[in-house]
């Protein structure tokens, strides 16, 4: 046998010793221990008895063991509800088993009010607060607290005008509470602006080209106590007139007569511009025929 071969073979002899001498003191060590035990239970209620179950955690010994039915272990409860509840007081109710139909009592808490019927004892008015109180929808019982009930505030009616506006005063409307029952003499008081005067003019003298006119203003609004006013129309000025037409080629001074005074004047008459015709581009104007070459 080779030297290499030799110490291969003698390594796997060695390993294989070391293993069968290792199993071998596991085995022994399982048969010679004390047990330790991982325990489930499942435990007994009032109509089923629960179980024991454990396993050894070094040699997987399991062991089942039945445990006797606890008949004080009720699971779940239902409410007996043959018992009539009070808003404040606490009562005497039961509670059976669903497994067994054991039974136990147990206090039951009041329910508590449940304010919901409101009703006035001071009804309020337009100026004054009221007081309101609520009553148990279950047993009727008035709540002590008090609830103040906010002023209604006045029902105006229609407007009346109690004073007329002037050109020079204010006038005034006036609603009165229309609400039942209502005794405050409270009025709603609006004031509207004055009407302010509304002038017209009338002649008294006219005026000429000549001499100054007479006129006189009044206020025409219902009541109104100002006094009229006389005045001077200012001398009309000379309105001259002319059946002369104006030329294409220069302004004319020539004398008019006025419409108002039948006097005669001066007056300026301008030039009006050239009515050309369209025919070449040398054009005739056709009122004075003079000729413009427009190319």
Known sequence: MKMGNFWVFSIIITILAFTFTACGEEETRKREHEHQWNIYYYPSTCSTAGTEYK?????????LSTMPIDPNNHISWYFNDTVERTCDTVVKGEEVCFECNAKREIDLPPLGHSWGIFSETVGATCTITGIGKYNCVECNIENPEEYILSELGHWWGEMVITKDPTCTTDGELEQSC?????TVPDKNVIVFQKLGHKLSVRTILSSTCFTSGRGEETCINSGCTLPAREFDTPIRQHNYVSNVQPLCTDD????????????TGTIKIERKEHNWDNLSNVRTCLDCNIRVNFR
């Open 252 to 263: 004319q001074i020539v004398t008019g007569t006025c419409t108002e005074c039948s006097s």
């Open 55 to 63: 396993t050894c955690v070094v040699c997987f010994k399991e062991t």
């Open 178 to 182: 229309i609400r039942e029952g209502c």
